[in-house]
């Protein structure tokens, strides 16, 4: 069956860094577009950015230069670093395969202050 198992998260002061990891199995992992989606409450489910299966990324304008996205095949992880942290970056941040069929992990809390 499908895993995407996130690790990572935690509490941390403005200006400071966390490494998400998410681990997948159940599905090719080589072949697979993958990204990272956070919800804060009250806000909407936001795209943080995504990396194809070909390496090309993409980074919403509002972490665009603080974080960094990659891929391990050989381990079939996908991590983003985070750097420089905000007070809005806080949020439950989710691991997903964005292309079909369509796969979500279960989500890890990133607390700034």
């Known amino acids: 069956h499908v895993q995407l198992v996130e690790s990572g998260g935690g509490s941390v002061q403005a200006g400071g860094s966390l490494r998400l990891s998410c681990t997948a199995s159940?599905?090719?992992?080589?072949?697979?577009?993958m990204g990272w989606y956070r919800q804060a409450p009250g806000n909407e489910c936001e795209l943080v950015s995504t990396?194809?299966?070909?390496?090309?990324?993409y980074y919403a304008d509002s972490v665009k230069g603080r974080f960094t996205i990659s891929r391990d095949n050989a381990e079939n992880t996908v991590y983003l670093q985070m750097n420089n942290l905000k007070a809005e970056d806080t949020a439950v941040y989710f691991c997903?395969?964005?292309?079909?069929?369509?796969?979500w992990g279960q989500g890890t809390q990133v607390t700034v202050s």
């Open positions: 997903v395969r964005t292309g079909a069929p369509n796969y």
């Open positions: 159940g599905f090719t992992f080589d072949d697979s577009d």
């Open positions: 990396i194809s299966s070909d390496g090309s990324t």
